[in-house]
């Protein structure tokens, strides 16, 4: 499989050849705090090849020390980008992408931590654009 993504600004464009080997929603605090969000939703690959379309020098990846936690993103927007785990795996944000992904997220991990409003989200209004 082939798969496309960019960072917002588009200052960085990827591609990643070969297939999936996970995708999961991470309620940790960690990833929490890195997407500002619910949850992290991530890609896992350990056998795919990540290709720098461009951009690459606007990669910037943060590692915390003394975990195995780490993100990348553009020095310019600051949107997720891939990180590359050397010899270990490939993490693509799934938002990173401007492609379809063709499956579905395998689980939601570290849900012990998730955020105490992170809960009933199928019973909240919803609207196809800003609420006027």
Request: charged share 25%; net charge positive; glycine share 10%.
């Amino acid at each position: 499989m082939k798969y496309a993504g960019t960072c917002l600004c588009k200052k960085v464009a990827f591609e990643l050849n070969g297939e999936l080997n996970g995708f999961f929603l991470c309620h940790c605090s960690r990833c929490r705090k890195a997407t500002g969000s619910a949850h992290g939703a991530n890609l896992f690959s350990t056998t795919a090849e990540l290709n720098w379309v461009s951009g690459q020098e606007h990669v910037k990846t943060f590692r915390l020390t003394g975990t195995r936690f780490a993100r990348s993103f553009c020095d310019v927007c600051g949107s997720a980008v891939p990180t590359v785990e050397k010899g270990v795996r490939i993490v693509v944000p799934a938002g990173s992408l401007d492609c379809d992904v063709d499956r579905r997220p395998d689980a939601h991990i570290f849900i012990g931590s998730k955020a105490n409003w992170d809960k009933d989200f199928d019973q909240i209004t919803k609207f196809e654009g800003l609420p006027r």
